[in-house]
């Protein structure tokens, strides 16, 4: 005698067992790329984070514990590195491509090209390098808001790449092609929506005044 219960467990592992195999599941892994304080309501962060946001034009707080979180990795990694031997090969290899990538991004120059010199880094040294600051300073914006406005509506490009974000961290070697984009009004491309606007209002009331004269006469 087999009961409802078994029925059930056997229909179950029946239609298990009968669907087809090529079906496969995706596991996508996706790590924080932030970490929220630990003191939400201290008072001197919260004076800190807000002096950020108002002097590089950030969209919230977010984008300030987005750069605490990779300043505390790179830390992380300096401070495991200092604690092994000059000779050590990992010291050398890690430590050696650390240094070139805060080279890289201008974080660090030519004159202080070691580990101790990664510990003493600061948000403002990563707030800095961002797209929208260096947009701002190389006269290409009004104000740091309005570099902001720049990169999302496309004017902006480095090299021949537009660029859309604007915390992009900006490489030495890419900066002096950072520029308008041809497809820009700004660029030399064609009229924005609103200039399109205005001449065909424009056009409208020549038009309109032509029609008038020739009504009259």
């Not at 092994?84 to 990538?101: D, I, V, W, Y």
């Not at 950072?178 to 820009?184: K, Q």
Request: hydrophobic share 35%; glycine share 6%.
């Amino acid at each position: 005698y087999v009961g409802h219960s078994e029925c059930l467990f056997f229909s179950l592992l029946l239609k298990v067992h009968l669907q087809p195999k090529t079906m496969v599941r995706k596991y996508n892994n996706y790590s924080r790329v932030y970490k929220t304080p630990r003191r939400p309501f201290e008072a001197e962060r919260l004076d800190r984070e807000l002096k950020y946001c108002g002097e590089y034009g950030l969209r919230c707080k977010r984008e300030v514990w987005r750069v605490q979180m990779v300043l505390t990795k790179m830390r992380g990694t300096a401070r495991t590195l200092l604690t092994l031997e000059e000779s050590n090969p990992r010291r050398q290899l890690e430590g050696s491509a650390l240094l070139r990538r805060c080279l890289r991004l201008g974080l660090l120059d030519e004159s202080k090209q070691k580990l101790d010199y990664v510990l003493s880094l600061t948000v403002p040294d990563f707030l800095e390098r961002r797209l929208q600051t260096i947009v701002f300073k190389l006269g290409l914006a009004k104000s740091i808001h309005h570099a902001r406005v720049l990169i999302v509506q496309r004017h902006i490009q480095v090299g021949k790449q537009i660029v859309t974000v604007p915390s992009f961290l900006v490489r030495v070697s890419s900066e002096k092609h950072i520029d308008f984009a041809p497809t820009s009004p700004f660029g030399g491309g064609p009229p924005g929506r609103v200039k399109r606007m205005r001449m065909r209002q424009a056009q409208n009331k020549g038009d309109d005044a032509e029609d008038e004269e020739e009504a009259e006469d």
